[in-house]
């Protein structure tokens, strides 16, 4: 008997969306001030795998809320909405960020 979960993950759609999501975040997070911090945590602990569990589960934690949030808004927005919301958003921060960067 085939159950959903061994033939889902036969889903090549599966491993694409999989993929896309460890490459986007693993470059997303790649010099970031979370990975200063745990660097900095892992050389003054002198615990480096504890930093490196408690930052782990940390970012688990951080990524379960964005799930939930997200599958949240998908049931309650249209696609549309989303994308006017998520691009509107992501304008204020260019925004702010720019000003940041020349002193407005």
Do not use: C, H
Not at 21 to 37: P, S, V, W, Y
Not at 47 to 65: D, K, N, Q
């Amino acid at each position: 008997m085939v159950t959903e979960s061994s033939t889902s993950l036969q889903n090549p759609s599966v491993w694409s969306t999989f993929l896309s999501t460890f490459i986007t975040i693993f470059l997303a997070e790649m010099g970031d001030k979370t990975q200063l911090a745990t660097l900095l945590l892992s050389a003054q602990s002198q615990s480096p795998w504890i930093v490196f569990l408690g930052a782990g589960t940390a970012l688990i934690a951080t990524s379960l809320v964005g799930v939930l949030l997200g599958r949240y808004l998908a049931k309650v927005l249209s696609p549309r909405t989303l994308d006017i919301a998520a691009g509107m958003l992501l304008m204020v921060i260019s925004i702010l960020l720019l000003g940041d960067v020349v002193q407005l």
